[in-house]
């Protein structure tokens, strides 16, 4: 089945600095990546996602980028806000069966 | 829309008690999905459910646990004996089922056995 990696498993950065996270996946089946953020004691939401046939996807100050051949996407985000302040998962899903094959986690210390 | 409902949000019960984890999906969604998270071992995905019908249950841990989804609106996530190690927060999340799509998220019930 699929594995899904992620790094780095914690992240500290100060305000207005950039953040990212990395994923891999195993199976070249694999065509839709979400990345969800999670809050203490919320549930995860998800923030921005990538199907296979793109490179990149912006949605403000968060991107993700995508590469196939090499089979890692990562998250991007700028500017960072203390609210921001999370764990993120990334996800890895192929067309059939709708499973999602969660990382690890990251979690994200915004320091003011 | 009102999102997926999961009740209840908490749970304390002693160890060999049966407990019951309920979610209502989004309306139109026609996967339903239920994960465990802890500490230790991440999001873990437990069974899935494609219009009504277990998909696949590999992912639950042992004999004491079962899933139902008698309707399209509500589903059941039944533990029997509890026992203290099955701790941990109880997710139910839907879907469209049209092509790979997100998942959407409950709240959660939080689930402590004693």
């Known amino acids: 089945g699929e594995n899904v990696e992620q790094h780095p498993s914690t992240l500290s950065v100060q305000e207005g600095d950039s953040a990212v996270i990395k994923c891999t996946y195993s199976?070249?089946?694999?065509?839709?990546f979400p990345w969800y953020k999670q809050e203490l004691g919320k549930r995860p939401q998800l923030i921005i996602d990538i199907r296979s046939n793109v490179g990149e996807k912006k949605d403000q100050r968060i991107a993700v980028t995508l590469n196939k051949t090499a089979k890692h996407f990562s998250l991007h985000i700028t500017e960072t806000q203390p609210e921001d302040s999370a764990v993120y998962f990334c996800?890895?899903?192929?067309?059939?069966?709708?499973?999602?094959?969660f990382g690890t986690g990251t979690s994200l210390t915004v320091i003011p | 829309d009102a999102g997926v409902i999961q009740s209840p949000r908490h749970e304390v019960t002693e160890m060999g008690q049966e407990v019951t984890l309920r979610c209502k999906p989004i309306s139109g969604h026609d996967y339903l999905f239920w994960y465990r998270q802890t500490m230790m071992r991440g999001l873990e995905l437990l069974i899935y459910f494609n219009n009504n019908v277990p998909i696949d249950d590999s992912g639950m841990p042992e004999d004491r646990f079962s899933a139902k989804m008698p309707n399209a609106s509500f589903s059941t996530l039944k533990i029997q004996p509890s026992e203290p190690r099955d701790s941990a927060v109880y997710f139910c999340?839907?879907?469209?089922?049209?092509?790979?799509?997100?998942?959407?998220f409950g709240d959660g019930t939080r689930l402590s056995i004693l």
């Open positions: 199976d070249s089946a694999s065509n839709y």
């Open positions: 996800a890895a899903s192929m067309e059939t069966g709708n499973q999602f094959y």
């Open positions: 999340a839907s879907s469209l089922a049209a092509g790979n799509q997100p998942q959407h």
